[in-house]
């Protein structure tokens, strides 16, 4: 029986249009094979809607993506707009659609690819086989929390002032997201906090703990952030999913990243309690190779991935896209940025076309 859905596509900026139109190439061969029907709908955001509108979220725009099971984003900004007031460059739109969409779950997945595993700076044993996957908190804590801003005491001195708060609904909401996740991976979960100091990480620690007995077929354990951190450079490998806050959450995922050495190969999602999920490339909009066939569409199509995966519950189809990002990689087939000695150096459009090949002939073998 064929499953419907209804995806919105944000091309946005820059590499966006290029990079984009793979990943539905790729969602349209895996729609067929899995007997998945995608409608798909195109509309403005960053810095095209600021051009074509005025502003970087237009309403029908936010309307559309909410009525939509899934939202396919490629990447906003660029030069062109970086003199505009703060509230009117295209990266507010992205703020604006989290906030729209009641997004506070952002997955940031870090995986090593071993066909790119020298791009890594740490030792090969050291990174080999590492899949992490970090849960991080997006609409709360010490970004969020008030009181915040720069005050002036009564002796004349300047304060600035931040405020780390979270209720409980806001730890449970973000657990179940983090169990969830985990469930669908390796069964680990690590809540990362600071509650040997932080009574805000008191509260987390204590409703995240509360939490798990929902969740017996999840092993969860606890490590403070500066643990955390130090053994993600030593022993990544020991991580499956893990849990944090905003700020916490923020340090942690980019510091994962990292571990691949290649964040232009790395997808995202953030996700709410219902509606549609954003699913995203970490890269940026690269308007300097924009329209000129150089980019990288594999993050893109990884990012498709993501939302077959965690947004339509898609699995098997999720599964045959990283496979196949995985055959071209193995045939040696390169865009300019993960380009080394002896690799076959591909344009955008090539390495979608190379992408569909390999799609297609797993079916035929």
Excluded at 123 to 129: A, I, L, P, R
Excluded at 311 to 328: H, T, Y
Aim: proline fraction near 5%; aromatic fraction near 6%; include cysteine.
């Amino acid at each position: 029986m064929t499953q419907n859905y209804r995806i919105t596509l944000l091309p946005g900026d820059g590499i966006g249009p290029e990079i984009i139109n793979v990943a539905v190439d790729v969602l349209k061969i895996v729609g067929k094979q899995f007997d998945l029907q995608f409608e798909f709908q195109q509309a403005l955001m960053g810095g095209a809607a600021i051009d074509a509108t005025g502003v970087p979220l237009p309403d029908d725009t936010l309307e559309m993506c909410r009525n939509s099971d899934a939202v396919l984003l490629a990447a906003v900004g660029g030069y062109k707009w970086d003199s505009l007031p703060s509230n009117l460059r295209p990266e507010a739109g992205l703020l604006g659609l989290r906030a729209g969409l009641g997004l506070f779950a952002n997955l940031r997945p870090a995986k090593i690819i071993p066909q790119l595993i020298d791009a890594s700076t740490l030792k090969k044993e050291v990174v080999e086989g590492v899949d992490i996957m970090v849960v991080r908190e997006l609409t709360g804590g010490i970004y969020f929390g008030k009181p915040k801003g720069i005050f002036e005491t009564e002796t004349g001195e300047k304060r600035g002032v931040n405020t780390m708060v979270y209720s409980e609904s806001e730890i449970e909401r973000i657990g179940r997201v983090a169990f969830e996740t985990a469930r669908k991976r390796g069964g680990k979960l690590c809540s990362v906090d600071k509650s040997n100091v932080l009574e805000v990480s008191q509260l987390w620690r204590d409703r995240i703990t509360s939490l798990s007995q929902e969740y017996p077929d999840i092993e969860l354990s606890h490590m403070y952030v500066d643990a955390a951190a130090m053994q993600l450079v030593r022993a990544p490998k020991q991580f499956d999913t893990i849990v944090t806050g905003n700020l916490f959450g923020d340090i942690l995922s980019d510091a994962a990243a990292m571990l691949t050495g290649s964040i232009g190969m790395l997808p995202s999602a953030s996700l709410g309690d219902k509606g549609p999920g954003v699913f995203e490339p970490v890269h940026g909009s690269a308007p300097d190779i924009a329209g000129q066939d150089k980019a990288n569409p594999l993050a893109q199509v990884l990012s498709a991935a993501m939302m077959l995966r965690y947004g339509l519950n898609q699995s098997a189809a999720a599964d045959k896209i990283e496979n196949a990002v995985l055959q071209v990689l193995e045939s040696c087939d390169r865009t300019g940025d993960i380009m080394s000695p002896g690799m076959n150096l591909l344009g955008c459009h090539s390495m979608g076309k190379t992408l569909i090949q390999a799609l297609e002939l797993e079916v035929r073998d």
